[in-house]
């Protein structure tokens, strides 16, 4: 089966900076979108970046200009780089594929993919 593996999380003073990757495994075909969301505790879960195949990139407003998102095809990860972190960047940080192409048998599947969660927080 397909797994999603986040790395890189931990914790940070204010103005810092952390890499998150995330690594898919698997009898993987093909990864259209990927992209990273997180939650706060008592928060709903939201998007923070996705990028495309194509290497189209798409932020939340309140990361521009100080995160950015990339992708390595050929191992199938994609990294945020996060700089200048505040405190309400503190969450769990997750990894998502929405439409993950993979082998079943001798047939492909699409379905959406999720890793386990990587905590960030952000304190002095």
């Known amino acids: 089966q397909v797994q999603l593996v986040e790395s890189g999380g931990g914790l940070v003073q204010p103005g810092g900076s952390l890499r998150l990757s995330c690594a898919a495994s698997g009898r993987i075909f093909v990864i259209n979108t990927m992209g990273w969301y997180r939650q706060a505790p008592g928060k709903q879960r939201e998007l923070v970046a996705t990028?495309?195949?194509?290497?189209?990139?798409n932020y939340a407003d309140s990361v521009k200009g100080r995160f950015t998102i990339s992708r390595d095809d050929a191992k199938n990860t994609v990294y945020l780089q996060m700089n200048s972190l505040k405190p309400e960047d503190t969450a769990v940080y997750y990894c998502?594929?929405?439409?993950?192409?993979?082998?079943?048998?001798?047939?492909?599947?699409?379905?959406?993919?999720w890793g386990q969660g990587t905590q960030v927080t952000v304190s002095s």
């Open positions: 990028i495309t195949r194509s290497a189209r990139e």
């Open positions: 998502n594929a929405p439409d993950l192409t993979y082998w079943s048998g001798a047939y492909t599947r699409t379905k959406e993919h």
